[in-house]
């Protein structure tokens, strides 16, 4: 039998209010550093789609794109770890950091944008040129 999940219907506490209801909170977008560059990440809009093409030659020929990276410049694309109760047999569903050749939900990461500011950064996802194929639903 599997073990109960503990998680499910249970109140959680939660610490880290405090901090950012008093304003004591710091966030990523408050740090500043000599030489950091900006993240953007483009996001599938389809739900359930094969990915036909991505082309980035746009957005690197942005003064101030630094990079774009894609799951074929990862090579090995890493898969997020369960956080709470990973069960034996549950490998199958990991999901990717970044969409390899297809995308599972609206929303999911097709590639990562650096630049020399957050500005810079959303042009070069503007300047992606992403081709997907829509599939319909998975079965139930």
Do not use: C, W
């Not at 109960?4 to 610490?15: A, D, F």
């Not at 740090?31 to 993240?39: E, F, I, S, T, Y």
């Not at 030659?57 to 630094?66: E, F, N, T, Y």
Request: aromatic share 4%; proline share 9%; hydrophobic share 45%.
């Amino acid at each position: 039998m599997i073990g109960t999940n503990r998680y499910i219907g249970s109140p959680v506490e939660r610490i880290e209010d405090p901090r950012f209801l008093h304003g004591r909170a710091q966030f990523v977008g408050d740090l500043k550093r000599r030489g950091m560059l900006h993240a953007v990440i483009l996001r599938s809009t389809v739900a359930h789609g094969r990915v036909a093409a991505v082309d980035a030659s746009a957005a690197l020929a942005i003064p101030g794109v630094r990079a774009v990276i894609t799951a074929k410049d990862l090579g090995a694309v890493p898969r997020i770890p369960l956080r709470l109760l990973p069960l034996p047999g549950t490998e199958r569903f990991l999901q990717p950091v970044i969409t390899v050749d297809r995308v599972r939900y609206v929303g999911e990461p097709v590639a990562v944008v650096l630049g020399d500011s957050r500005a810079l950064a959303e042009d070069g996802v503007g300047a992606i040129a992403f081709e997907i194929e829509e599939l319909p639903p998975a079965p139930a």
